[in-house]
T-cell receptor
């Protein structure tokens, strides 16, 4: 039973346009959500996060939106740059107990120059 | 300076062998994790230690045994390796009170 899902395995976007990556979760106990970016042969690197008490968090070109009623979050990258081409993982956790992350299966973003 | 390091980066071995992967973090974090990324690219938690104490132990065969000699190190021993153990194994660490985990570069294990 996959509690965190990224239904789009890949996405191609033109440079300068907006990239929107989506993530759905099923467990209503999750209260903290993160996005990680991963280049080939490297470990995931933290990008941005959001607590369930917020519905938006912004950091430069990256914005994460959380819709708790729909159990859905999205990552917006604008403007997209070729260096953003990577695999993006969303992760969900609870902030009590063990902080165990549950990861989605990732979306490969390709930004075309 | 690498914050979370793993050795080796690549490991190729025969079925039935016993092998270890080492992880070290120089961030002063209290909690460390092992994840497995399988052929479907699914990143799944295996173990977590907090200050040398095991706090997460997912449904993992007991051929896998984590060992934390101190809070900066978390090693993974795998006995009697099987073909299905082939994967990329990632170590991660987290500061007490923080939410973000910091990952190492991964160890690609190939069992022949």
């Amino acid at each position: 039973d996959q509690q965190v899902k990224q239904n789009s395995p890949s996405l191609s976007v033109q440079e300068g346009r907006i990239s929107i990556l989506n993530c759905d979760y099923t467990n209503s106990m999750f209260d903290y959500f993160l996005w990680y970016k991963k280049y080939p042969a490297e470990g995931p690197t933290f990008l941005i996060s959001i607590s369930s008490i917020k519905d938006k968090n912004e950091d430069g070109r990256f914005t994460v939106f959380l819709n708790k009623s729909a159990k859905h979050l999205s990552l917006h990258i604008v403007p997209s740059q070729p260096g953003d081409s990577a695999v993006y993982f969303c992760a969900a956790s609870t902030t009590s107990g063990t902080y165990k992350y549950i990861f989605g299966t990732g979306t490969r973003l390709k930004v075309l120059a | 300076d690498t914050a979370v390091s793993q050795t080796p980066k690549y490991l190729v071995t025969q079925m039935g062998n016993d092998k270890s992967i080492k992880c070290e973090q120089n961030l002063g974090h209290d909690t460390m994790y092992w994840y497995k990324q399988d052929s479907k690219k699914f990143l799944k938690i295996m173990f977590s230690y907090n200050n040398k104490e095991l706090i997460i132990n997912e449904t993992v065969p007991n051929r896998f045994s984590p060992k934390s000699p101190d809070k900066a190190h978390l090693n993974l021993h795998i006995n009697s390796l099987e073909l299905g153990d082939s994967a990329v194994y990632f170590c991660a660490s987290r500061k007490g009170g923080g939410n973000e985990q910091f990952f190492g570069p991964g160890t690609r294990l190939t069992v022949l």
